[in-house]
């Protein structure tokens, strides 16, 4: 009985310094860690200071996706695409430019149907 009291004792003082020390680095800024729909893991540091205003979802640095705070719920990825990286950008120019080709050659072959007709 007494031997248990004194260990939750020892407890409380020995958790004490490092919860003042976590309020020490949240004087400053807190970091917080945003997961997205395919696991990756994004921290960003927010300033306290600043507002202490920290924002429910953020993009997943790596991917782009809306990141949340539960990493065991992350949001949903949208259907469509929020903004378009440059890599899509390149994609789309490329499908573009495959289907002038395909368009042109279609019609050369019009062309050539007609002129031997
Ligand atoms: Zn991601």
Request: negative net charge; charged residues 30%; aromatic residues 4%.
């Amino acid at each position: 009985m007494v031997t248990g009291g004194q260990a939750i004792r020892g407890t409380r003082v020995g958790s004490g310094p490092v919860g003042e020390a976590e309020r020490g680095v949240d004087a400053e800024g807190v970091d917080v860690d945003y997961h997205c729909h395919n696991r990756h893991t994004t921290t960003i540091r927010f300033s306290v200071e600043a507002g202490g205003e920290v924002p429910e979802t953020w993009d997943c640095v790596r991917c782009g996706l809306p990141a949340g705070e539960d990493a065991d719920n992350p949001p949903e990825p949208p259907s469509i695409t929020p903004y378009k990286t440059h890599l899509d950008y390149v994609k789309e120019r490329r499908d573009d430019a495959q289907g002038e080709t395909l368009l042109e050659e279609a019609l050369q072959k019009l062309r050539e149907q007609r002129g031997t007709a």
